[in-house]
T-cell receptor, first 108, second 115 residues
Framework: RKEVEQDPGPFNVPEGATVAFNCTYS??????FFWYRQDCRKEPKLLMS???SGNEDGRFTAQLNRASQYISLLIRDSKLSDSATYLC?????????FGPGTRLSVLP | DTEVTQTPKHLVMGMTNKKSLKCEQH?????MYWYKQKAKKPPELMFV???????INESVPSRFSPECPNSSLLNLHLHALQPEDSALYLC??????????????FGPGTRLTVT
């Protein structure tokens, strides 16, 4: 079983759609959780940290369920510029473990 | 400023060459990382330095040799690489408060081709 798993994708959605990404992790001792986005041939960029109470940043909402070891990311009113690979990242100790990523294409 | 810089951007080397990748950050971060990323795969952790000391080595072959000369710099020395080592090499840094670690910031990477 992989340590961090994500929806396999790809997701192809029209502009303005709402899209949700799911992530599960296996290590119950995980301490911190993040969503990164990565554009083709670029480095990962931090999108948002995920807090236990859930958090929102504009069109983006992240949720964490520690009991189910599950993280989600919701993107509302998707834009063409949201097209990227979304990476779920889980930290335990000094180790950051990346999920395989979910590719999103927002279509005009 | 959340900038991590890496040089060179691109590197082509033969299997008998010795080369080095460099990474620099001036954010006062005391944790620094090397990752390897193959196409269509997520980054894979190679090494972690905390307070300039190697704290994690993910069973990386000895042909990759990391070095952290000071709190702002991280090097990756390469020797006798194989074609399958061709990949994007990413450096990252993170604040480190005691043993707590916060989010990582990535450099743009070095795209390495081994011929």
């Amino acid at each position: 079983r992989k340590e961090v798993e994500q929806d396999p994708g790809p997701f192809n959605v029209p502009e303005g759609a709402t899209v949700a990404f799911n992530c599960t992790y296996s290590n119950s001792a995980s301490q911190s959780f993040f969503w990164y986005r990565q554009d083709c041939r670029k480095e990962p960029k931090l999108l948002m940290s995920v807090y236990s109470s859930g958090n929102e940043d504009g069109r983006f909402t992240a949720q964490l369920n520690r009991a189910s070891q599950y993280i989600s990311l919701l993107i509302r009113d998707s834009k063409l510029s949201d097209s990227a690979t979304y990476l779920c990242v889980v930290k335990w100790g000094q180790n950051f473990v990346f999920g395989p990523g979910t590719r999103l294409s927002v279509l005009p | 400023d959340t900038e991590v810089t890496q040089t060179p951007k691109h590197l082509v080397m033969g299997m008998t060459n010795k080369k080095s990748l460099k990474c620099e950050q001036h954010m006062g971060h005391r944790a620094m990382y090397w990752y390897k990323q193959k196409a269509k795969k997520p980054p894979e952790l190679m090494f972690v330095y905390s307070y300039e000391k190697l704290s994690i080595n993910e069973s990386v072959p000895s042909r990759f040799s990391p070095e952290c000369p000071n709190s702002s710099l991280l090097n990756l020395h390469l020797h006798a690489l194989q074609p399958e080592d061709s990949a994007l090499y990413l450096c990252a840094s993170s604040p480190l408060m005691g043993q707590a670690i916060y989010e990582q910031y990535f450099g743009p990477g070095t795209r390495l081709t081994v011929t």
